[in-house]
């Protein structure tokens, strides 16, 4: 009797355990829906997402080797209803219809930060080489910066692509294609991220392109303050560690949204098919991302293939995107992995 009530006891915390994950991924799914000013929580449960999907995995497999068949549908069908959400970073690439046009239009965008801030114009001029090799068409750059020591970058992309719009600060647009007019997307005194968006005349058609660079997340901004502030002598505990980084991150949560709803509007108000480019700072199924996204197609979702990150971190997350207009077709998705970044740049191919 004793080891059947023990058996029994376990049976029961794994059925508790299975649940409580099941409940909480599909809360998660759901939490891309919140604004993160209106519930910190719910929001935040997408960023753990991956961790849930793998949890039910492993209670399906539980009760899987141990028979229970009726308790097996409980994971299996929150596994189902993650597939939407695999598919943002994960793709088998079997349903790609593999057209691949010669005329097609190729797009890319690179977070540069900064070109390193080195003073030799090399970074700069091999990033450009690799646009040449990949021959992109429309280039969107965040944390670009005009000048490395004496070398004018501008100039040098200039003499492949024939056009250039400079959004605020670090924002700039390329393009071979003729830009009609530009606008900058300003975020406000208090930030030194920002968007904008071009008017690009393609073969007579019109599109609007946005580039945007959303607010950070502050984790290696706070991690560097706490770090400074340990080499002068302060000591912080754990928890106060642990507060501080939780603070920042749903700051920066709490301004990503606002931005993007400010982008949102200025993309409803355009009369022409938009592209959208550029570092959102956010993971896929975000508030952010479902936000910026609104009744674009994720490029990545419709001909990519693999896993897709573009942070080059130990963190293996995608935070940077190309969507589009459903008036267009994607013919190809995929990143380079060249290391003048703290990001990898994106690229896809465009049917209009």
Request: aromatic fraction near 14%.
């Amino acid at each position: 009797m004793g080891k059947l009530a023990v058996y029994k006891y376990f049976s029961f915390m794994f059925l508790v355990i299975t649940i409580l994950i099941s409940v909480f991924t599909l809360f998660g799914l759901f939490g891309g829906n919140t604004n993160p000013a209106h519930s910190t929580a719910m929001a935040m449960l997408v960023y753990v997402l991956p961790f849930f999907v793998v949890g039910n995995v492993v209670m399906l497999i539980f009760w899987l080797i141990r028979r229970r068949w009726h308790w097996c549908v409980i994971p299996a069908v929150t596994i189902l209803c993650c597939i939407p959400y695999v598919r943002t970073f994960y793709q088998t690439g079997l349903f790609n219809s593999g057209n691949k046009s010669k005329l097609g239009l190729k797009i890319a965008t690179y977070n540069v930060a900064m070109f390193g801030r080195e003073i030799s114009g090399f970074k700069a001029e091999d990033i450009l080489s690799e646009m040449k090799r990949q021959q992109v068409d429309i280039l969107c750059m965040q944390e670009y910066m005009e000048k490395s020591g004496d070398k004018d970058n501008s100039k040098s992309y200039k003499e492949y692509f024939n056009y250039m719009a400079m959004g605020r600060n670090d924002m700039v647009i390329f393009s071979r294609h003729p830009i009609k007019k530009s606008e900058k997307i300003d975020f406000g005194p208090y930030t030194n991220n920002s968007a904008m968006w071009a008017d690009i005349d393609i073969n007579g058609k019109t599109v609007r392109l946005f580039n945007v660079h959303l607010e950070t997340t502050g984790f290696n901004r706070t991690m560097k303050k706490i770090a400074k502030a340990e080499l002068q002598g302060s000591r912080f505990e754990n928890n106060a560690i642990i507060r501080a980084i939780y603070g920042n991150y749903t700051l920066g949560m709490i301004v990503r949204a606002g931005q993007a709803n400010l982008v949102a509007r200025e993309m409803q108000a355009s009369e022409v098919p938009i592209i959208l480019c550029g570092d959102f700072n956010d993971v896929p199924y975000s508030y952010v991302y479902n936000t910026m996204k609104g009744d674009l197609v994720d490029g990545f979702k419709e001909c990519g293939e693999g896993f897709m990150y573009t942070f080059r971190d130990k963190k293996k997350v995608r935070i940077d995107y190309i969507f589009h207009d459903e008036s267009m077709t994607g013919e190809d998705y995929y990143k380079t992995e060249i290391s003048y970044s703290d990001h990898f740049p994106v690229f896809m191919k465009l049917s209009l």
